[in-house]
């Protein structure tokens, strides 16, 4: 910045905290050589005072129990260090998404954490290169940041390769829908709605496929239901993208007057802690959500301490079978 603008250290720093003592003609260009470069005066000021300690964590939202596993994780990794987390939301749609990143930015932050981010690969890597940056959930590859993510067509595969064991033909599926500028294939609910297409036809089940496309959090779950339910032959069994959705299934399913699983299986994917309640009591993936912050957050101290080249960190999952999900009764 300094160079560019053909001005001292010291005059930089002065035009950027509005200091007295320098000129209208220094003033004019440093702020000339800040517009040319594309920095914002905070992330200048953070490179002249050197790291803060901190780590910026970016959600969708704090609904969704998942994510809390994600930042146990995130901070057991961090007990023994410096580093502290911050949380922020970024929200339903991609400029909101972009302030809070930005806000982090400008908190002078040491390094970022995405997770599920609606933005273009090209965005990532804009931010990356700014700043040390891990992303979870989404299965790119790119050279600028470290990827965490779970294996999504293995688990997939578990939970609609279960329900068939079972003797379920009629499974339906409910996927999500958002936002994001990411490739389509790159999307862990694209990657899961594939995959259980694919299961069916690998097994003769083409004719069976059903899937309504919603959202992973309850509301979405129960619309989806409700449509799923409404068809006829109604399914006898629906596997949700997330415990969320399936939370919101299994409520469709009850208010149609139907038993869970004796008339319809639900099945998740998340594992939550909420999952495992003997009111609940849901059949779902476990993605170890605590495995996924705790690697997102070595990496990115990796990152803070100099390592370049790319990492990728894939979690393998497992299912865990419960009480909602069991053979079709006819």
């Not at 496929?209 to 109604?234: C, M, Q």
């Not at 869970?260 to 299986?265: R, Y």
């Amino acid at each position: 910045m300094a160079s560019h603008a053909q001005v001292s250290v010291t005059a930089v720093s002065k035009v950027i905290r509005n200091a007295y003592g320098v000129s209208p003609a220094m003033r004019d260009r440093v702020k000339t050589a800040i517009e040319e470069l594309g920095y914002r005066p905070q992330a200048v000021a953070r490179g002249m005072r050197g790291r803060t300690f901190t780590i910026g964590l970016m959600l969708p939202h704090i609904r969704n129990p998942f994510f809390a596993d994600i930042l146990d994780g995130l901070t057991e990794q961090l007990a023994g260090t410096d580093y502290r987390a911050f949380m922020i939301q970024g929200g339903a749609t991609r400029k909101v998404e972009r302030l809070a990143v930005d806000a982090l930015i400008d908190r002078q932050v040491d390094g970022i954490i995405m997770v599920a981010p609606l933005a273009s690969k090209a965005r990532l890597e804009e931010v990356a290169q700014e700043k040390p940056t891990v992303v979870l959930a989404r299965h790119e590859r790119s050279s600028f940041y470290d990827s965490v993510y779970d294996d999504d067509e293995a688990g997939a595969e578990l939970v609609v390769k279960h329900l068939i064991e079972l003797g379920h033909r009629r499974i339906a599926h409910i996927t999500h829908q958002d936002d994001s500028q990411a490739q389509p294939a790159d999307l862990l609910h694209n990657i899961r709605a594939a995959t259980y297409e694919r299961v069916m036809r690998e097994h003769g089940l083409a004719d069976e496929i059903a899937v309504a496309t919603s959202f992973y959090h309850e509301k979405g779950g129960y619309e989806g239901a409700r449509e799923l339910l409404d068809r006829d032959p109604r399914p006898t069994a629906i596997f949700a993208g997330a415990d969320q959705a399936a939370f919101g299934a299994l409520a469709a399913v009850y208010e149609a007057g139907l038993r869970v699983p004796a008339d319809v299986s639900v099945a998740g994917y998340d594992n939550t802690h909420l999952a495992a309640l003997p009111n609940i009591t849901l059949t779902s993936v476990d993605q170890e959500g605590s495995v996924m912050g705790g690697a997102a957050g070595k990496l990115l101290l990796e990152r803070i301490e100099g390592r370049t080249s790319a990492v990728r960190f894939s979690v393998t999952p497992s299912l865990v079978v419960r009480g909602s999900t069991a053979p079709p009764t006819s």
